[in-house]
């Protein structure tokens, strides 16, 4: 059975970092990414990673700030996020797919990813 498990989120202030991990349980994906989703708002892509060669995709928002990786002996991936702004918080969630991988850079939709974690929070303040 597949499972999505991310963890780290929490709670801090403007210009702090967390990192958030997402271990994924029963096989190896093509690809795997995160997703957010502020109150009020539709869920929106943050980055991916493909698994196998390690091409990443970056909203624009979050590009030089939040750095995605892959720990291929953890079956992990985690989302540095550096410079926290309010305008982060969410509830962040982790995506799998068994496509992709290879030289393609892993898509920013919804419809890229099967498989979703439950989301873990993640709030910035003032």
């Known amino acids: 059975q597949v499972q999505l498990v991310e963890s780290g989120g929490g709670l801090v202030q403007a210009g702090g970092s967390l990192r958030l991990s997402c271990v994924a349980s029963?096989?190896?994906?093509?690809?795997m990414g995160w997703f957010r989703q502020a109150p009020g708002k539709e869920r929106e892509f943050v980055a991916a990673?493909?698994?196998?060669?390690?091409?990443?995709n970056y909203a624009e928002s979050v590009k030089g700030r939040f750095a995605i990786s892959r720990d291929s002996a953890k079956n992990t991936v985690y989302l540095q996020m550096n410079n926290l702004e309010p305008t982060d918080t969410a509830v962040y969630y982790c995506?799998?797919?068994?496509?992709?991988?290879?030289?393609?850079?892993?898509?920013?939709?919804?419809?890229?990813?099967?498989?979703w974690g439950r989301g873990t929070q993640v709030t910035v303040s003032l």
């Open positions: 990673i493909g698994w196998f060669i390690g091409i990443r």
């Open positions: 029963g096989r190896t994906f093509g690809r």
């Open positions: 995506a799998a797919d068994d496509r992709g991988g290879g030289s393609i850079r892993p898509g920013a939709s919804e419809s890229d990813y099967t498989y």
